[in-house]
């Protein structure tokens, strides 16, 4: 059995866990996660196999029960002693957390398209703009009016700049969507390392009423510090973009170039996350469960 090689078991709950190195394989079956009837799978394998079947994997059963309440097994290391300090009582998704030191199980998300919210953000408020000015230059000033009450109706129809004015709203809100995205992506990604905010509740508080603005404070002020520690835990994630607690704060505080700085490095991040996927589909082995996120 290759240390090298990245294996794959299903739970007692049927969903697939992995990819796990080689050497970390007894430390889950100290842990008690892998039994001998759990399923495995690695890279050559044509299906699927129990545990029972790989020789040394399982240790043998004892031949008497051992008579004494405690046994002294010594001074343990490195995976063995982190083995036996897991919690029997932890819920099934802490037990299934990835190991720190391995590699980082990526949900499948998608990237995040910063040229176009920069170009709905500046496109929005550039037409704002216009459609405001087109309206005051078709709207008659109150002492026109006091000339002339028919001012109003010789100054012509102020369709075209309400037009103009309601597709800066439109573009505006689609750059406020982008950004949702992202927010949800982000939280997402955090997901499987234990993240302290679920994608959904990151969103969707947004919109309560009044709480929505304290609740975007924390968002975007707590993903900076849980994102670079959980990225920095793992192989396959070491090299992913960091990000800024003071970008975050601008977001606040100078709102329009706080978001661009923001959208700029969360775009990045996120980016090259959905290009790092752990388990691409040509890849994957085929079985139960999963850990894709769509």
């Known amino acids: 059995m290759s240390?090298?090689?990245q294996w794959y078991y299903i739970d007692a709950a049927g969903q697939q866990v992995g990819p796990i190195a080689g050497e970390q394989l007894h430390d889950y079956v100290s842990a008690g996660h892998i039994t001998a009837d759990s399923q495995l799978w690695t890279e050559g394998m044509e299906e699927w196999l129990p545990a029972s079947q790989f020789d040394g994997l399982i240790p043998a059963a004892p031949a008497a029960p051992v008579a004494t309440p405690q046994i002294n097994l010594g001074p343990q290391t490195g995976g063995l002693a982190a083995a036996t300090?897991?919690?029997?009582?932890?819920?099934?998704?802490a037990s299934a957390a990835p190991q720190a030191g391995g590699?980082?199980?990526?949900?499948?998300?998608?990237?995040?398209?910063?040229?176009?919210?920069?170009?709905c953000l500046l496109g929005g408020i550039a037409l704002m703009i216009i459609g405001s000015m087109l309206i005051g230059a078709s709207s008659p000033t109150a002492a026109e009016m006091n000339r002339n009450p028919n001012a109003l109706k010789e100054s012509g129809s102020v369709a075209l700049p309400m037009t103009v004015l309601l597709l800066g709203i439109i573009v505006l809100?689609?750059?406020?969507?982008?950004?949702?995205m992202a927010?949800?992506?982000?939280w997402a990604i955090l997901k499987p390392g234990g993240g302290s905010i679920s994608p959904g509740a990151a969103v969707g508080l947004l919109f309560i009423p009044f709480f929505g603005s304290i609740w975007m404070i924390i968002v975007l002020c707590k993903l900076p510090g849980e994102w670079n520690s959980i990225v920095a835990r793992y192989n396959n994630t070491a090299g992913a973009p960091r990000l800024s607690v003071g970008i975050a704060i601008c977001v606040i505080l100078i709102p329009l170039i706080g978001q661009i700085l923001w959208m700029n490095e969360i775009a990045k991040a996120i980016n090259f996350m959905a290009s790092s996927r752990l388990m691409p589909k040509?890849?994957?082995?085929?079985?139960?469960g999963g850990i894709v996120l769509r």
């Open 85 to 93: 300090r897991v919690n029997p009582y932890a819920s099934p998704a």
């Open 183 to 186: 927010i949800y992506r982000a």
């Open 3 to 5: 240390e090298q090689q």
């Open 103 to 119: 590699d980082y199980p990526i949900p499948m998300v998608n990237k995040i398209n910063f040229g176009l919210f920069i170009t």
């Open 282 to 288: 040509t890849q994957q082995p085929t079985g139960q």
């Open 173 to 180: 809100l689609i750059s406020s969507i982008i950004q949702f």
